[in-house]
């Protein structure tokens, strides 16, 4: 969109009057498909079609679905559970790195591990509770450490235009 002095009479898109030359106009091209179609407005018609567009089209406050949601934390609240998450997360490297066999090997039955095994097990298991216990006020366990998916979702709202 641009302001332009007219050369030419042509008529305004919105009203359908005539814009004289040597007139001020505001010239817009919209592009459907193969066709471009330029658009001719007098500056006072577009203003009053924009006022017009935004009192049919309210400002209304809307809920998201889109993006992470907050879990609605202080700041020492979100500082203490990403401190039990990046504990958790080293447990669970500790256990069960990725290049590598894992320290606590657990396919199959707990009766057939070892006394070594068993014991590493039920330390594991231990710490992890404990973790995970201490997470349960701060949002719950994340989705990707197997807790429940609605546990650490919140809808939050936030403002934007309808249409």
């Not at 305004?12 to 330029?38: A, F, H, P, W």
């Not at 992470?68 to 958790?88: F, I, K, M, W």
């Not at 396919?107 to 070892?114: A, E, F, V, W």
């Not at 609605?150 to 809808?155: F, L, P, Q, V």
């Amino acid at each position: 969109m641009k302001i332009v002095w007219s050369h030419r009479n042509t008529n305004c898109s919105l009203c359908k009057e005539n814009i004289d030359k040597k007139i001020q106009r505001l010239d817009d091209t919209v592009r459907k498909g193969d066709k471009i179609r330029r658009l001719h407005y007098h500056p006072d018609c577009y203003v009053k079609h924009i006022r017009d567009w935004v009192e049919k089209h309210p400002y209304q406050r809307v809920t998201s679905n889109g993006g992470r949601p907050s879990l609605g934390l202080s700041v020492d609240e979100s500082r203490q559970r990403q401190r039990l998450l990046a504990n958790l997360n080293s447990l669970m490297a500790y256990y069960f790195p990725k290049n590598a066999p894992p320290l606590l090997n657990i396919q199959g039955d707990i009766s057939s591990l070892t006394a070594d095994d068993l014991k590493k097990f039920q330390n594991f298991t231990k710490r992890r509770e404990r973790i995970v216990k201490s997470l349960e006020p701060l949002g719950g366990l994340p989705e990707s450490h197997g807790g429940k998916p609605e546990a650490t979702r919140r809808r939050i709202e936030h403002t934007s235009f309808v249409s």
